[in-house]
């Protein structure tokens, strides 16, 4: 009778040895499955050097590359989009910059008045006009882009600059912004010339490349100069990041000089 209670009472304590063992296997899979779940890294941002929300219309850009397999309606799409993923920016469509254009009779926009005219009609705060200057697809892709942004008072910038002139638009912006005549000249000029060939164009094709390539592909971040198309995507969010820090480094002159 005795061995017959010892047995009833150990039973359970074997079924509970049992059951916290099985509750620490679980426990220990969820832990090493949490483990091997893929990283998702989070890709770089730009951000707005605006107080209040801005909004941008794209120009179509001139293609002065020679080459006339060049799309420029393309790289305007990509330089739009470039701009509306900027935190605190709105872009609209360029199909809306044509629309606009044609309702107001504009075949190009080339005076600083017309740039004005066409943010008015549009109900935007800056203008941005581009130029393709370079544009070689075989791998190592080469392109270059030069921005220029023409922006309204709301923007606390002048307008102005004359858009007809590639020579301008193809200038190296240097942290002193555009050295144009004074009242001829847009608030922010950005130009860059990226060749896959050059190591430090590399390290920032790979930067820019996570979080926004697909996991674990045969090229990884390679990728982006086997396809031209993704390449000039990449190389024109370089020229929109160039663009809002020159926007950074004048207002934040602009700030002091009121102080």
Known sequence: MTSAQTML?????????ALGLGLGLALLAALVGCQTKPRIPMPGVLVSPYAAE?????IPPRNETGASFVDPDAVGDKIVA???QTRGLHCVPINRTIEAMRALDLPAVTTPTQARQLARVMGVDGIVAGTITAYDPYNPPVFGVSLALYAMPSLSGDTGGPLDDPRLLSMQASDSGYTGAAGNEPASVESVH????SHDVLLKLRRYAEGR?????????????????LYTQ????????GLLDHEWLRLARMAAKDH
């Open 194 to 197: 990226l060749d896959a060939r």
């Open 9 to 17: 009472k150990k039973r359970p304590e074997r079924e509970l040895s």
């Open 54 to 58: 801005a909004a941008f219309a794209v």
């Open 234 to 241: 990449f190389a024109v969010h370089e020229a929109v990041r």
């Open 82 to 84: 470039a701009l509306a």
């Open 213 to 229: 390539k697909e996991a674990e592909t045969a090229l990884d971040w390679r990728v982006y100069t086997a396809s031209m198309d």
